[in-house]
């Protein structure tokens, strides 16, 4: 019986000490910050290159005010309403959806080792230019050389990690939001003078060919219909919808997390319109800050690649053509990119350390620690899966894969889908729609999407879903 009670006192101590957001700044900038990450910076570029510039643009917008703007109001509001970690908020809504809380706590944990991994190279990047030797990382096979070494990957992995994990050690308010208002501002600061002088360089090349940061924004930004027909626009479509769960990182339980710790008062209806705006810029100068400077320096054939071969192989090459302003632009860009990585890490941990606490009734402290050694250790398999015990399978989407990209692959591409779809369908047909609905409007807020809302969540959100998760296994 003693036991009982002091158990019952413990878990009263946990819920008591949980935090909120001090005011709707914090909130909106926490949650941007988690939207701007890697995703935003070496993905949308590529996809909206390579699905026709304004093209995949438009439906990007259009898909973000509606589609995404359901699932962002959904976990929002979830989050708000049952006060709890999405390992808890599902079975808070309805007892029967509990999994979808076990998959929703799943998914961050295997995100974050790899997230950490990457964030330890782009750590190890800004270092190099910072420190002036940021011209040796555009030799060739430098890069590669790097991450299938066994103590450089390790060293920054730890670093980058430790980093992240103090950050939410500090808890909400001395943590999350305080280094939010501090590193968002500076992100945006950079990116905004990254794609300002993106837009002024021009560069003749070996055949006598010029181009230019405006000739650039025109591939990017206007639209292509040339040769576009349905079953092309049907790809843009789906690229579109994929890229959402990244930048507004949405399915991720990470929404949730952050909507536990909104403030009662606070008017969800204009933050969650905060959050779109801010998200759908960076995206869009994302595109800005690096499709121009590729272009010029390379031409079409530059833009074919995304992920690691844009990031650390192809934009490093350009820098080295600039000499020592090179150094200087490089050491910018990769800061950047270094705050992007830990913005949306620190809501990744959080959304695992919320959870924790909220099952196991243990405190922050505790739980932070707890994940960062689960974190280190398959981090550190990430990181030998390059060299030591490197090994190679062939993924449903044809991809061949090692350790990271078999986690990224399960994790975005399976479990985020049917977390999103198992969501629709607990709100707009098990809960229905009010659910949401009374949540955001309980201080007496308008709502002027509220059918827009119902119609997503009942029917063209779990649809295009479907077809999303039927692509990602390769049947569609």
Request: charge should be positive; proline fraction near 3%.
């Amino acid at each position: 019986m003693k036991l009982f009670f002091y158990f019952c006192a413990e878990k009263f101590q946990v819920m008591a000490e949980r935090s909120s957001f001090s005011g709707s700044v914090g909130f909106v900038l926490a949650a941007a910050g988690s939207a701007v990450g890697l995703g935003n910076i070496w993905r949308f570029p590529y996809l909206a290159a390579k699905d026709g510039g304004g093209v995949f643009l438009a439906v990007y917008i259009v898909l973000a005010l509606t589609f995404g703007f359901t699932l962002l109001t959904t976990e929002i509001a979830i989050g708000r309403k049952t006060r709890k970690s999405p390992l808890s908020a599902y079975r808070r809504i309805n007892p029967r959806f509990k999994n979808l809380g076990i998959i929703a706590c799943i998914i961050p944990m295997m995100i974050m080792p790899y997230y950490c991994v990457i964030g330890g190279w782009v750590m190890k990047y800004a270092v190099e230019f910072l420190s002036g030797g940021g011209i040796e990382t555009a030799s060739d096979g430098y890069f590669s050389n790097f991450i299938t070494g066994t103590t450089e990957p390790v060293v920054y992995t730890f670093i980058f990690l430790a980093l992240t994990c103090g950050i939410i050690y500090r808890g909400v308010n001395n943590g999350i939001e305080k280094f939010s208002k501090i590193l968002m501002p500076l992100l945006l600061l950079l990116v905004i003078g990254i794609s300002i002088f993106a837009l002024t360089i021009q560069h003749t090349d070996s055949n006598g060919v010029t181009r230019t940061g405006l000739e650039g924004l025109k591939v990017f930004a206007v639209p292509d219909f040339s040769g576009m027909t349905i079953e092309k626009f049907s790809i843009v479509l789906m690229d579109a919808m994929g890229q959402l769960f990244y930048s507004l990182s949405i399915a991720m339980g990470i929404m949730i997390s952050y909507g536990s710790y909104v403030k009662e008062s606070s008017n969800l209806v204009k933050n969650i319109n905060r959050i779109e705006i801010f998200d759908t810029a960076v995206a869009f100068l994302a595109g800005v800050m690096v499709i121009p400077v590729v272009y010029v320096f390379t031409g079409y054939d530059g833009m074919s690649s995304s992920g690691p071969g844009l990031m650390f192989i192809n934009i490093p090459k350009i820098f080295a053509t600039m000499g020592v302003a090179g150094n200087i632009l490089g050491g910018l860009f990769f800061t950047m990119v270094l705050f992007a990585a830990l913005t949306s890490a620190m809501s990744i941990l959080e959304a695992i350390v919320s959870s924790f606490m909220d099952k196991f009734g243990t405190n922050r402290k505790k739980a932070t620690l707890i994940e960062f050694s689960i974190a280190l250790f398959f981090a550190l398999l990430v990181c030998f899966g390059y060299n030591i015990m490197y090994f190679e399978i062939s993924l449903p989407n044809g991809v061949k894969a090692q350790f990271l990209d078999m986690m990224d692959y399960i994790s975005n591409n399976i479990l985020m889908p049917v977390i999103a779809i198992g969501t629709c369908i607990l709100i707009g047909y098990v809960s229905k729609p009010k659910t949401v609905i009374n949540e955001v409007t309980r201080n007496g807020e308008k709502f002027s999407r509220e059918k827009l809302f119902t119609v997503m969540i009942k029917y063209i959100a779990p649809l295009m879903l479907f077809l999303l998760l039927l692509k990602s296994v390769g049947l569609f």
